[in-house]
């Protein structure tokens, strides 16, 4: 574990212990709070409960983005999407060990989450304003982000009742600091690879029988120069002419389009139920008829009383107010009640999969009416995709027709069809290269027999929807061995380098044994005094190699393998460590959390041992064309 500690380090051991898992609610998409998971085959089924393939594609598209993949045909995206499936399983599973643990969140809990982050804060206070505007930017309602952040207090819990049994005890913290800040006196003599390569000579017969030994590190796979068209509706927008008199007639023929929706605002009482079954149910409908009948003896108690016992503990702090909100934005029994009520009414109870709500519409403003000039550039370019989309419709059949019926060049269709002759220069058979000439079906008809024989061209392939290749092989290099001659001069370098290598190596070797004989090797560096903590410029290895060594006498030699050639290092003296009472204990709370890590991963894998996890990879693994 020591050497693990060190590896990692960068300052002190505060950064070099890895944190819990972070199971942070940004995985999920921003509309799943409300409206649930979409119908369809799953991505994934977590014992009785579906992972949705909408969910799923929400949480890849998030990932994506911060990891900052563009490519989909990448392996990196490839490995992506198993990553963000095993994660979104993973949170199920915690999911139902909290329920199933009996965890709950309290709205004391929840705001004081809320109060103590950072962007929601104003010189050290919470503010409401930053936190209207934080949700505003992300098309989010207060209800939404309450409940993803509770479910991230939930599982955190979680996480800290598997690993709060960690032991780790005093003595232990104290040796570690201990070690992490002994310090060594060490001189460094390198032998490099560098100083040899003049003294080596490689001859022509050795060269030869590396090549003979290892023809296939000189193989070359088979290529082909490819020019190529495509046909897509985005290769025909620059022939579409829509003008601003089409625009016009549109925006006319679709004003419902070009209007804001509806906006509500309301406030409401939430109730949750707390547990399953009909009594749970029966408890939270009294409880909420009561709060009912206590508003309708006296309707301008509807703040004070969602204010003490509102279980949406973001509204409740604002009296119940949820803020203004479309239609769309709630889940559909909330929504048709609020957009059914007038202004100041009070609902009946309405249940929603987050328990009972008593509703008060507090607000209405009317859609608004977008003026031509707002929407003319949003128009126009819609029907210049329409158009282009009806264009590629109705060309497809006659590009695929010409390529084949004219196959010794591609000019007549690029001509006819206004498109660009692109080259896209020596193309190898590899399916995993980016861009179009990655496409599979593609690379087999550029290498098919007829193809490359009568170099003429290949059908219109499908490469995407809507996208149509047609590729011309201009010259063909076939499978082959690079000529001795061509590679005989690599070669050579190549063998000069591990002789250069082993003569390092030996001689290092030869000074280790003599220092340790009692003979002072030659070319020592420096002194320079280093630490587990504070390497300077010594490698992993070396540092390893360094703290292992006795010191029970001096100086010691020690000495290993690089990959420059050999290093023979002299420890001089050894310095023990000092550590002072608040450094043990942030090095235990460090390991208490490393342990606590460890003991959540066991748990963790536990969990997925004993659940029916069935992973659907023709949603997951399915290839984005």
Known sequence: MLEAIREHAQGWIAKIILGLI????AVWGVDWYFQGSAQGKPAA??????????????ALQQQQEAAGINSSQSEQFKDLRQQVIEQLVNTQLLQEAAAGAGLTVTNEQLNAVLGSLEPFQDNGAFSEAKLDNWLRSRGMSRPQFIGMLRQDVLLRQLQFAVGEGSLVPAQRAAM????????????EAVFDIQAYLNTIRIDDAAVEKEYAAHKQDYATSAQVHVQYLVLSPDSLKGQINVTESDAKQFYEANRARYQEPEQRRASHILIRLQGSGPQAMEKARAQAKDLLNQLRAAPDRFAELAGKHSQDPLSAAQ???LGSFTRDTMVKPFADTVFGMKVGDTSDLVETEFGLHIIRLTGITP???LGFDVVKGEIMEELTGQAAQRHFAEAAERFSNLVYEQPDSLEPAAKEFKLAVQDAGWVARKPSQPGIMGNERLLDALFAEEVLRKKQNTEAIEVAANTLVAAHVLEHRPEGLRPLAEVA????????????????VTEGEAALKAARAGQAPAGMGAPMTVSRMKPLNMTPDALKAVFRASVEKMPQYVGLESREGYRLYRINKMTPAEVAGDQVQMIRRDLLRLAAQEEFRAYLDHARANAKISINQEVVAQKSE
Do not use: H, Y
């Not at 972070?22 to 609610?25: E, Q, R, S």
């Not at 009785?48 to 799923?56: L, P, Y």
């Not at 001069?489 to 390092?504: D, N, P, Q």
């Open 22 to 25: 972070a199971l942070t609610f």
């Open 45 to 58: 089924v977590v014992n009785d409960a579906e992972i949705s393939e909408r969910d799923f594609l929400q």
């Open 176 to 187: 570690l600091g201990k070690l992490l800040s002994q310090q060594r006196e060490v001189q």
């Open 319 to 321: 009296g119940g107010d």
């Open 367 to 369: 859609g608004a009416k």
């Open 489 to 504: 001069a690599e070669i050579r370098l190549k063998l000069t380098a591990e002789a250069a290598r082993r003569k390092a």
